[in-house]
T-cell receptor
Framework: AQKVTQAQTEISVVEKEDVTLDCVYE???????LFWYKQPPSGELVFLIR??????QNEISGRYSWNFQKSTSSFNFTITASQVVDSAVYFC??????????????FGQGTELSVKP | DSGVTQTPKHLITATGQRVTLRCSPR?????VYWYQQSLDQGLQFLIQ???????AKGNILERFSAQQFPDLHSELNLSSLELGDSALYFC??????????????????FGPGTRLTVL
């Protein structure tokens, strides 16, 4: 069965600190897709990144970086030099469906990040 | 702004009632998904439509139904409402076309959600 675990329920940091959000997934499929979404206090879900299981390159986008490790089934998200605007709930999600076969997302429980000034 | 619109933003109703939530996907997207977010269940997939046809079903109650219309907008109907149906309901859309074939799957972009309160 598919499962996504975000063990950190809440994290609190002070502005400019680096913070890593952990995500561990379970799937029996060899091809799968991983996502991160951000849910700010306003409530909408904002797409951050998608990673395919056959592409193990890590990715950096500004202050955001993602570390995908198949060996440990983890897809961790690091925010460097955090800012107050980064305060949100962050969700990791998994899909093992091809686009034309029903692409439901399995979400973790989310990590609430609070960045204090 | 993801380009996905949902109406209404808030909905307050009583137990036993029926409501309809509406979603308009991003221009050009053929797939529409519905998710429910509640404190106890988290984010749960309900149902997916692709170009008017049901494509996948998740933990959707029999009291709930959905459809996608020829103009690609979708509606989620919730009936015989119970207190436990109070939640944030999200619609997402994706391309769903072969333009994403080389990447295996496509990205779902979410609307702002409809917050349903059942009293």
């Amino acid at each position: 069965a598919q499962k996504v675990t975000q063990a950190q329920t809440e994290i609190s940091v002070v502005e400019k600190e680096d913070v890593t959000l952990d995500c561990v997934y379970e799937t029996r499929d060899t091809t799968y897709y991983l996502f991160w979404y951000k849910q700010p206090p306003s409530g909408e879900l904002v797409f951050l990144i998608r990673r395919n299981s056959f592409d193990e390159q890590n990715e950096i986008s500004g202050r955001y970086s993602w570390n995908f490790q198949k060996s440990t089934s983890s897809f961790n998200f690091t925010i460097t030099a955090s800012q107050v605007v980064d305060s949100a709930v962050y969700f990791c999600a998994l899909s093992d469906q091809l686009y034309n076969q029903g692409g439901k997302l399995i979400f973790g429980q989310g990590t609430e990040l609070s960045v204090k000034p | 702004d993801s380009g996905v619109t949902q109406t209404p933003k808030h909905l307050i109703t009583a137990t036993g009632q029926r409501v309809t939530l509406r979603c308009s996907p991003r221009s050009g997207d053929l797939s529409v998904y519905w998710y429910q977010q509640s404190l106890d269940q988290g984010l749960q997939f309900l149902i997916q439509y692709y170009n008017g046809e049901e494509r996948a079903k998740g933990n959707i109650l029999e009291r709930f139904s959905a459809q996608q219309f020829p103009d690609l907008h979708s509606e989620l109907n919730l009936s015989s409402l119970e207190l436990g149906d109070s939640a944030l309901y999200f619609c997402a859309s994706s391309v769903g076309e072969e333009v994403e074939r080389d990447r295996g799957t496509d990205t779902q972009y979410f609307g702002p959600g409809t917050r349903l309160t059942v009293l």
